[in-house]
């Protein structure tokens, strides 16, 4: 039996629900080599495992019938004697949709296996796998400005100038091999089939690594919207259908919104689509085994006014039992539970998960934040003119006149601290690190003006704002701009 208990600090638990481009982790594990030299299953953060389709015969591993082998596929040192598939693939989901007047919008994602030479020779030796997510728009009827694109693994932000017609106005792809150290955009030399880590963080030796474009979990066909995906598989390619596997703030959804400005507050459109194409087979072994479980979840929200209801979501691996403590006292043994806590406070939340192979336990001090409902609060506009590079103004009402006024900016929701004034710790809702831009005393009115620049390369990014008044201990509601 394996039985331990793990603290986690609040901070790193949040960091797990911020967007794509900053703490989206990657593919969980991988499965022993199989017969043809690659990982025999790739497993996400759900304990989903999906094993290499590289079965010709069968209609739902999209494998294109135009690739179809004369007798058994075959991988040698000699290429010439080889007749594998050049790629084959582990999952592959995808979306698109017709934006009027304008074009084709496009997700393609996939984790497949190839070749890891200049050649992509079938070759012995070169397996290597890697994850793709690529974004196209293409039409003629698409214009320069700036491009907001939500996909279930993050939001990204391209500032695209005109193009000639004919050519693609945004087209971005991310490909991240799995290679003796995993990298990102680069081209793997012969002998590539290093399988030493899951497809996750993409260490390129830099302070803020990059992380991989698929992950924590594949996307699936959502259970609760018929048909029922094909048993032993996660999706029928051919059939468009609504996914779960996002991880929040990311929807299960592809949008594609356009403006003019940098800071989207005119959007010239905004279209979206649920429907996607979704590839996948299950892999029926036991990647457990006996193996001890290791506790691991996230919540979302973290942080709010109460009434506050919080969806806990379990990440364990080799799990099934779940009990879960609340810190009002309260508990559940659902493996998903979701909580409403009524009163204000500071919450520490504990999961102990139990299996075959032994017990763990993941406690979260302070977790959850919750906050008194308005009556007494601060309030904070949202700044004008909200442009990067020029001077803002940050208008809070509601003030104590003549006191002071402090407004603290983040990249991120979450779970903070500020030990200003003598309230001891005033709970922010903001991830760390977070910092003051400035401060202001009220008019008689109760009406607090802060003058600050947001930097002019932060144009297009999302900051996250709350006022605070450390005389009365008071805060406002988080707000939330694009500059």
Sequence with gaps: MHTSI?????????????PFASAQVGIKAFGPLNQYGFPAYYTDHQDLSLTHCADQNDPLCGIPPEEFLIGPPVITDDPAEG???????????????????????????????????????????DQTVFARLRIRLRGDGFEGGFYRIGTPYGTFVFDAPAVDPGRRIV???????????????????????????????????????????IGPNFLRWDPTVPPLAPAGY????????????????????????????????????????DLFSIMGKIDESDPCDGTAPVADFTANPVSGQSPLQVSFTDQSSCATAWQWSFGDGTS???????????????????????????????????????????????????????????????VVTGCTPGRTIGVYSGLSQGSSVVNVGNCGGIPLNLGRPFRLIGRANANAGGVATILATPPGGSAGRTFFLQAVEPASCRTSALISEVF
């Excluded at 539970?337 to 406690?363: M, Q």
Aim: hydrophobic share 40%.
């Design 332 to 394: 559940s043994n659902l493996q998903n539970p979701v909580k409403t806590y009524a009163a204000p406070g500071l919450y520490t939340v504990s999961l102990t998960v139990s299996g075959p192979g032994g017990e763990d336990t993941l406690t979260v001090p302070d977790m959850i934040n919750v906050t008194a409902p308005p009556g007494n609060q601060l309030v904070l506009a949202q700044p004008v003119p909200g442009v990067a590079g020029v001077s803002n103004s940050f």
């Design 234 to 273: 996660i999706g029928d390619p051919a059939i468009l259908h609504p996914v779960i596997g996002a991880v929040a703030p990311n929807q299960n959804a592809f949008r594609v919104q356009f403006s003019r400005q940098s800071n989207f507050n005119n959007l010239v459109f905004d279209q979206s689509t």
């Design 83 to 125: 007749n594998f598939w050049h790629e084959t693939f582990y999952w592959q989901g995808g979306a698109i949709m017709g934006i009027p007047g304008r074009g084709d919008a496009e997700l393609v994602l996939a984790v497949e296996g190839v070749f890891g030479n200049a050649d992509e020779a079938v070759r012995q030796g």
């Design 171 to 213: 087209n971005h792809t991310v490909d991240c091999l799995h290679v003796a150290t995993i990298s990102c955009g680069s081209t793997p030399g012969p002998n590539a089939n290093y399988f030493t880590t899951p497809l996750g963080v993409l260490d390129d030796g830099t302070p803020a690594p990059e992380v991989a474009p």
């Design 6 to 18: 793990r603290w986690a600090a609040r901070a790193g638990l949040v960091a797990a629900l911020a």
